[in-house]
C-alpha cells in the first residue's frame, strides 16, 4: 500500500511539474505579441502614431466584430482550402520526382538542372503567364500554390534520399529485399526527418503563395482582404488580414509538428 501511495504521489508530482513547464512555455509564447499590442494602443492613444496609419488594437476588436458578422468566415474558408488542396498537389508530385531523382542518378541528371532553374522563378513572374493559360478561376490560384509548395519538399526529400546512410542499403540487399522493399522499409524512414521538414516549408509556403494568388483577380479569400484595405485606404483591414494570417499559419505548422513529433518518435535526439 505504501508503494502504491509514493507511486501515486510521484506521478502527480510528474504531472504537476509537466503542467507548470507548459505554462511556463505559453507565457513566454505570448509575452512578445503582449508587448507589441501595449506599446502600439499607448503609441496610438498618445498620439504619437496617427490612427490612420495604424490604428490602436482596441479599435481592431470592433472591426472585427463587424467582419466576423458578415463574411469573414468565407474569405477564412476561401483560402483555406485554397492553401490545403495546392499543397497537397504541390507535395504530392514533388515527393513522386523527388523519390525519382533520389533513387536514380540518370533521370536526375535529366531533371535536376530544370528543376534547379524553375525553382530561382518568383511567385509574382508566374502570375501573368497562369492568367492567360488557365484564366481567372480557381485553377490558376491553385496552380500556383501548388508551384510554391513543390519545391520545399522536393528540395528537402532529394537531400534526404541521398543523405541515407549506404551501410543501411548494404544491409538490405544482405537480407534480399528488392527494391520497392528497400524504398519503403530503408529509404523512407531514414529520409523521414526531412521530408517532414520540407513538407512543413511546403506548407508555410502555400500560404504566402496564396496571398500572391488572390491579390490577383478573386472576390474572396484573405489575400483580397488585404487588397481591398489597400485599395480603401483601410489599414484595420490590412492588420486584421496580416493577423489572420499569422494565426492561420501558426496552426497548421502546430499541426505538421505534431504530426511529425508522432511519425519521429524513434529519433534519439537531445532534449531541451
Not at 221 to 230: E, K, M, V, W
Request: aromatic share 10%.
Amino acid at each position: 500500500m505504501a508503494i502504491s501511495e509514493k507511486a501515486i504521489e510521484h506521478r502527480n508530482i510528474n504531472v504537476q511539474s509537466q503542467l507548470s513547464t507548459k505554462g511556463n512555455k505559453w507565457l513566454k509564447g505570448i509575452f512578445l505579441p503582449v508587448l507589441l499590442v501595449l506599446l502600439c494602443e499607448i503609441l496610438v492613444r498618445g498620439g504619437v502614431v496617427e490612427p490612420y496609419l495604424l490604428p490602436a488594437p482596441s479599435s481592431l476588436f470592433v472591426s472585427l466584430q463587424e467582419f466576423a458578422q458578415n463574411d469573414l468566415g468565407q474569405h477564412i474558408w476561401a483560402s483555406t482550402w485554397r492553401v490545403f488542396l495546392g499543397f497537397a498537389i504541390g507535395s504530392g508530385l514533388a515527393l513522386f520526382f523527388a523519390v525519382l531523382v533520389g533513387l536514380n542518378r540518370h533521370v536526375e541528371e535529366f531533371i535536376e538542372p530544370t528543376f534547379s532553374a524553375i525553382k530561382s522563378i518568383p511567385s509574382l513572374a508566374w502570375i501573368p503567364l497562369l492568367l492567360l493559360w488557365l484564366g481567372i478561376d480557381e485553377s490558376s490560384k491553385i496552380t500556383l500554390i501548388a508551384i510554391g509548395a513543390f519545391f520545399p519538399t522536393y528540395t528537402n526529400t532529394v537531400a534526404g534520399i541521398h543523405g541515407v546512410d549506404r551501410k543501411l542499403i548494404e544491409l538490405a540487399q544482405v537480407y534480399r529485399l528488392n527494391r520497392w522493399q528497400q524504398i519503403y522499409q530503408i529509404v523512407v524512414p531514414a529520409a523521414s526527418p526531412s521530408i517532414l521538414t520540407g513538407l512543413r516549408n511546403s506548407l508555410s509556403l502555400a500560404w504566402m503563395f496564396m496571398i500572391a494568388a488572390e491579390l490577383i483577380a478573386a472576390t474572396q479569400g484573405i489575400g483580397y482582404l488585404l487588397s481591398d484595405g489597400r485599395e480603401t485606404s483601410r489599414p484595420d483591414i490590412v492588420i486584421i488580414a496580416i493577423i489572420l494570417l499569422a494565426i492561420l499559419g501558426k496552426i497548421t505548422d502546430t499541426i505538421m509538428k505534431v504530426f511529425e513529433s508522432k511519425l519521429l518518435l524513434w529519433r534519439d535526439v537531445i532534449k531541451r
